[in-house]
């Protein structure tokens, strides 16, 4: 157990469907960082929360969101979903000034 | 724009041999490198780092050693293991800025018995 929690584990929707993961950091880290990962594809960045503030943004589609809460756990919210969407999302927690993660073990979303 | 590669998708090496892994960057202003390993089913797990002010850095079997002339670091595995078997990503950050990594494709390793 890395001590990240996201939940589902697994969900499969429909295209068109709207859809929210859930992660809540390590205790005592005030980041929170999403990734995406599709078919054995590198770990591509989407956003950064800081102690409840946007920090950093990626390739994030205007069609995800996301928002991090005062007890510092934090959604992604997944709309008008894609087939191309499909994929592994990971959430990763840090303290800010750390350089390395601690990664959840992911949810896998899959879109038919 | 891959700031970061790994152009190995796959390696395969066997047992008790040194695995050495590859990744080149492109953005002048990465100053922090570091190795995930990744189980299938799992999140990735933090490996081994490396700052750009050292040339390598030793953890047990693991070595990582960063040549910034050319951009390049590698991870080198002695001796190789059959629960190294995994996908490996190297990451990078700039430390003084929003310290998001930014990752490689992985190269999936296999150790053969």
């Known amino acids: 157990d890395s001590g990240v929690t996201q939940t589902p584990k697994h969900l499969i929707t429909a295209t068109g469907q709207r859809v929210t993961l859930r992660c809540s950091p390590r205790?005592?880290?005030?980041?929170v960082y999403w990734y995406q990962q599709s078919l054995d594809q590198g770990l591509q960045f989407l956003i950064q929360?800081?102690?409840?503030?946007?920090?950093a943004k990626g390739n994030i589609l205007e069609r995800f969101s996301a928002q991090q809460f005062p007890d510092l756990h934090s959604e992604l919210n997944l709309s008008s979903l894609e087939l191309g969407d499909s994929a592994l999302y990971f959430c990763?927690?840090?303290?800010?000034?750390?350089?390395?993660?601690?990664f959840g073990s992911g949810t896998r979303l899959t879109v038919v | 724009d891959q700031q970061v590669k790994q152009n190995s998708p796959s390696l395969s090496v066997q047992e008790g041999r040194i695995s050495i892994l590859n990744c080149d960057y492109t953005?002048?202003?990465?100053?922090?490198f570091l190795w995930y390993k990744k189980y299938p089913a799992e999140g990735p797990t933090f490996l081994i780092s490396?700052?750009?002010?050292?040339d390598k850095n030793e953890d047990g079997r693991f070595t990582v050693f960063l040549n910034k002339s050319a951009k390049h670091l590698s991870l080198h595995i002695v001796p190789s293991q059959p629960g190294d078997s995994a996908v490996y990503f190297c990451?990078?950050?700039?430390?003084?800025?929003?310290?998001?990594?930014?990752f490689g494709q992985g190269t999936r390793l296999t150790i053969n018995p």
């Open positions: 990763a927690s840090s303290l800010v000034g750390a350089g390395g993660y601690t």
């Open positions: 990451a990078a950050s700039h430390i003084q800025g929003a310290q998001k990594l930014v």
């Open positions: 205790s005592g880290d005030l980041s």
């Open positions: 929360y800081y102690n409840g503030e946007e920090r």
């Open positions: 953005n002048s202003m990465f100053d922090y």
């Open positions: 490396i700052s750009s002010i050292k």
